[in-house]
């Protein structure tokens, strides 16, 4: 990998998005930006587009994780890892419907996502 | 029970009296009585037959059949034995004659008499064919007699003037003895010894029959007097003449001519009970109503034209607190207000014609208080259809009427809603609450259909009530269902209809009990409403927490990063990971479906594989196998075990298996039938090193786990050191009720 891979992470529990930024960093990934709501995320990707968007699924705001990854999808190919507390049937299906590349339940741990950014990536 | 006794104890007195008449028959026999004795024709008579004849007569063939076999007809085994084999014919003929008798006896006790079943005129259908048989079946068996057989009499043939002779003499014979018996059955001692329940008189014919053998008696002694005073004048004594030594003649006079009276007085018996026959039924019948009217705990009341008391029976005086005397003479408006008045003078005014009329009043008792009756009242009128009283019974209804009241009470004040439905569909009946749930009045809803007033999904459909509890012979259907009133407002209630039956057990109805449910059920809903609002609730307190926990340990883990120390980093590591443990118990319990407990057989897989994920263990280096059962675990329970695994894993992780070697760890969950959970983790790691005491030489970490084990699960905890680590846990779910 000569050119750092851009990582956007949205997390409305910004400890957790900083610690995942510190664990991504260690590993060589670029963390592009720590955003907590759906609204900034897609504002935030038409100015910068990252290689792949880590997205919660529950976030504060009127748009939710799933909600955000819809409207980014339909303009932009940006490959999209959620994360959730939740693994309810019907939030799994309104979530596979934006073709996601992986699905992790939460604690999201490095040693979760480097497997996933290594077939992505390769 | 005390009847079939009675029975019982009469059958036996009835075979034994068979018997001892047959016995007491069979010695008669040997002695017969000389009817006729001339020259050339004798007839003897055994009057040995008679007993089990009267007993046939009386009691029906089986008992007369028993007489005879015992005796009564047996003694011609002896008396006939020159006959040789055709004894086998002429014996049991008169047994046979015996049944024969006892049969149309009891056919005439249960059929109307008539001429033809008279007890004379079936003896000639018997005689005819006893007479074929002894001029056929006799003749023949006693061809069959070896010569020389008594030839003074028979020999092996028998002559056809013998056996005409001798069947005159069973004619003779055989009359005498219905005769007689007819004599004994007007006989009122004979027949209180054989029918002691006899209801009718037979007083009458007694002396009928008395006479005529008291003139029969009498002719005998008048023709003694003659033969001694003018025939045998001087030849013999008037003792001998009149008993002993009767010359032939007299002998055959006399017999003839007192068969003649009784058989005028067996006669004048018949005709003097057909004359009183209606009379002494009349009196039977008359005694028998007396009777009833007397012990029935109705009242009787007989007016005559007057509309006077003639008679009354003690129930009713005791009804009116009168005695019998004090209600002669006086008028039924003596015994009612003025209210009652018009009632009775109504229906009295009615006798004209014999009619039956029922109706209540109310009666006024001596001491003034009135009392509910219900009269049966029938006018009387005389044969020429004139008017001739009336009689009534009364029934005091003072109960039923108070039931009655008490039924209406509880049926109109009941808190469910209740119709009475005809079998036309119609509403029959209905209470105040069924009148206020349909929001209509009385009118609109008596003589409406069913499905008019309040309808719903069973209407018009093979499960209508009506139909169902007809064809399914049910006495009852409950089911939950929602009417829709006329007005269109939906009703939900618990529907009991139950069958309704006459007196007489025919289907006359239903009747539907409707409980209004619309106050539960909305309480129902509301409970649903707030539980859902809890669980949401409690599901995100889990959240929150499991989220909390992943912020201190994602706090952790970057204040970590600030230190050198391996020791440091190595306890934040720890406390991470203990932090983690909670978590997922919380993570759990968000999933769990009661929210109060969690599988332990998925939090252990779970946990163990983040343990070795969060140390960076390979899965091929140490190999994790599990043997896991579906445990559930209260929450209060889970927390401290996870991290007593956690604890035991992380140092298997950490230390069991140095220089990057290989191994094994195999974790095995059971439960025993006192919910004893068993949990077992086994490495085949280095072990402890010799002489080490876990409990005393252990890290905080290992302490920690005997201490939650022992002191906070209250369970028992050991570990052995053998091939690796062995670490037994046993504990008991059972220190706190279930949260929900």
Same mark, same amino acid.
């Given at each position: 990998m000569n050119e750092k891979k851009k990582i956007l992470i949205v997390e409305d529990e910004v400890m957790l998005s900083a610690w995942l930024k510190i664990q991504l960093e260690d590993e060589g990934f670029l963390v592009c930006g720590c955003i907590t709501t759906g609204g900034e995320a897609i504002e935030f990707v038409k100015n910068t587009k990252p290689d792949v968007i880590l997205?919660?699924? !529950?976030?504060?705001?009127?748009?939710?994780? $799933?909600?955000? %990854?819809?409207? $980014? *999808? #339909?303009?932009? !190919?940006?490959?999209? $890892? &959620?994360? *959730?507390?939740?693994?309810? +049937? #019907?939030?799994?299906?309104? %979530?596979? @419907? *934006?073709?996601?590349? %992986?699905?992790? *339940? @939460?604690?999201?741990?490095?040693? !979760?996502?480097?497997? $996933? &950014?290594? +077939?992505?990536?390769? | 029970m005390l009847n079939s006794k009675i029975i019982k104890v009469i059958h036996y007195k009835k075979i034994i009296v068979s018997m001892i008449f047959g016995l007491l028959g069979f010695w008669l026999n040997f002695h017969a009585v000389h009817f006729m004795q001339f020259a050339d024709l004798k007839v003897s008579i055994l009057f040995g037959l008679l007993l089990p004849l009267i007993i046939s007569l009386f009691w029906g063939w089986k008992y007369g059949l028993l007489s005879a076999l015992f005796g009564g007809c047996q003694a011609m085994w002896w008396l006939w034995s020159?006959?040789?084999?055709?004894?086998?014919?002429?014996v049991p003929v008169f047994t046979l004659w015996i049944v024969w008798h006892g049969f149309w006896a009891d056919y005439r006790r249960t059929h109307e008499h008539k001429w033809y079943n008279s007890l004379y005129v079936v003896e000639i259908v018997f005689r005819i064919f006893s007479i074929i048989g002894f001029y056929t079946v006799f003749r023949w068996l006693v061809s069959l007699n070896p010569p020389p057989w008594a030839p003074q009499l028979t020999n092996n043939f028998v002559p056809y003037s013998w056996i005409n002779f001798v069947m005159i003499k069973h004619v003779i014979t055989a009359y005498i003895l219905l005769l007689f018996c007819d004599v004994l059955r007007h006989f009122e001692p004979v027949r209180k010894l054989f029918l002691p329940k006899e209801k009718m008189n037979y007083k009458g014919t007694t002396y009928i029959i008395s006479a005529s053998m008291l003139i029969g008696l009498l002719f005998w002694i008048m023709h003694t007097t003659m033969d001694y005073f003018v025939f045998y004048k001087g030849k013999d004594t008037f003792l001998n003449l009149m008993s002993v030594n009767i010359p032939i003649t007299s002998l055959f006079v006399r017999n003839i001519t007192l068969l003649i009276f009784l058989l005028m007085g067996v006669v004048l018996s018949r005709i003097y009970l057909r004359l009183h026959k209606k009379d002494i039924l009349i009196r039977e019948s008359e005694e028998k109503y007396r009777k009833l009217i007397s012990t029935t705990s109705e009242g009787f009341w007989l007016l005559n034209n007057e509309k006077k008391t003639i008679e009354v029976n003690q129930a009713f005086s005791d009804m009116l607190g009168y005695s019998n005397d004090e209600m002669l003479g006086k008028t039924p408006f003596d015994f009612v207000d003025e209210e009652n008045l018009k009632i009775f003078k109504e229906q009295t005014s009615q006798i004209t014609s014999t009619i039956h009329r029922t109706y209540e009043i109310s009666l006024k008792k001596k001491n003034g208080i009135n009392f509910p009756t219900i009269f049966n009242a029938t006018s009387l009128v005389d044969e020429n259809g004139n008017p001739a009283g009336s009689f009534a019974f009364v029934k005091d209804i003072t109960e039923h009427k108070q039931t009655e009241y008490e039924i209406k009470t509880i049926f109109n004040t009941a808190a469910d809603g209740m119709r009475f439905i005809g079998k036309d569909y119609k509403i029959k009946k209905a209470n105040n609450t069924f009148f206020e749930m349909v929001n209509l009045s009385k009118d609109n809803v008596i003589g409406s259909n069913c499905y008019d007033i309040f309808s719903g999904r069973l209407c018009d459909t093979e499960d209508c009530p009506m139909i169902k509890l007809q064809k399914t012979k049910e006495d009852k259907i409950e089911t939950e269902i929602t009417k829709v009133r006329s007005d269109g407002k939906r009703i939900p209630t618990i529907l009991t209809a139950t069958i309704f039956k006459d007196s007489h057990d025919n289907f006359t109805g239903i009747i539907e009990d409707f409980k209004d449910i619309t106050k539960y059920q909305n309480a129902e809903n509301q409970i649903k409403k707030d539980l859902k609002i809890k669980t949401a609730l409690i599901q995100e307190i889990y959240h929150r927490t499991k989220n909390n926990m992943a912020v201190v340990s994602a706090m952790l883990s970057m204040k970590s990063r600030c230190s050198d120390n391996d020791y440091v980093k190595s306890t934040f590591k720890e406390i991470n990971n203990k932090i983690q443990a909670m978590s997922l118990v919380h993570q759990k319990l968000y999933k769990a479906k009661d929210l109060s407990n969690i599988n332990l057989k998925d939090y252990i897989e779970d946990l163990a594989n983040l343990i070795m994920q969060s140390y960076g263990v390979l899965s091929e280096r140490i190999k994790m196998k599990f043997d896991l059962q579906d445990v559930r675990i209260l929450i209060d329970s889970a927390v401290p075990l996870g991290l007593i695994i956690n604890e035991l894993v992380s140092n298997i992780f950490k230390h069991a298996f140095p220089k990057n070697q290989e191994g094994e760890i195999f974790i095995r969950l059971f439960k025993e039938e006192d919910e004893t959970i068993n949990l077992e983790l086994i490495d085949n790691g280095i072990g402890f090193s010799q002489n080490f005491n876990p409990r005393k030489d252990g890290s905080m970490g290992l302490a920690s786990v005997f201490s939650i084990a022992e002191n906070q699960l209250k369970g028992e905890i050991s570990v052995k050191s053998e091939n690796g680590l062995r670490w037994y846990i046993k504990i008991k779910d059972d220190k706190k009720k279930e949260r929900v």
């Open positions: 997205m919660d699924i !529950n976030l504060v705001g009127e748009i939710d994780g $799933i909600e955000a %990854a819809e409207k $980014i *999808t #339909e303009k932009l !190919n940006i490959p999209i $890892i &959620f994360m *959730t507390g939740y693994v309810e +049937s #019907e939030i799994y299906k309104r %979530a596979q @419907k *934006t073709k996601p590349v %992986a699905y992790l *339940t @939460k604690p999201v741990e490095i040693w !979760n996502l480097k497997p $996933i &950014f290594e +077939s992505l990536f390769s | 020159t006959d040789g084999f055709g004894t086998f014919y002429a």
